[in-house]
């Protein structure tokens, strides 16, 4: 069992900037596909970002491109995800998520919410 813990979120107004985290188990990134996703509890769930080996290569949604980043720290073993220029419909529960490469098990967080908000 993979255990995924996010931490991070609140309350901020628009245009402004938070940064996501998710402590991930020791050299998860050498086995794991890594991403964000979130959902708002009146849609889907929307996948955010993906960071992968080697490289890293990183892939984003392009509701997101050029205002968020993912990226790693292995070292800390944390997943990161800064998110600038916050808008309103940014407004979600965000969720790491740990893909196995060999069996493509998925693993999933317990969420921290993000508000966007005056």
């Known amino acids: 069992q993979v255990q995924l813990m996010e931490s991070g979120g609140g309350l901020v107004q628009p245009g402004g900037s938070l940064r996501l985290s998710c402590r991930v188990p020791?050299?998860?990134?050498?086995?794991?596909?890594m991403s964000w996703y979130r959902q708002d509890p009146q849609k889907e769930r929307e996948w955010v970002a993906t960071?992968?080996?080697?490289?890293?290569?990183?892939t984003y949604a392009d509701s997101v491109k050029g205002r968020f980043t993912i990226s790693r720290d292995g070292t800390k073993n944390t997943l990161w995800l800064q998110m600038d220029s916050l808008r309103p419909e940014d407004t979600a529960v965000y969720y790491c998520?740990?893909?196995?490469?060999?069996?493509?098990?998925?693993?999933w967080g317990q969420g921290t919410q993000v508000t966007v908000s005056l």
């Open positions: 998520q740990a893909t196995d490469r060999f069996t493509q098990r998925q693993y």
């Open positions: 020791l050299s998860a990134f050498s086995r794991y596909r």
């Open positions: 960071i992968t080996l080697p490289g890293p290569a990183t």
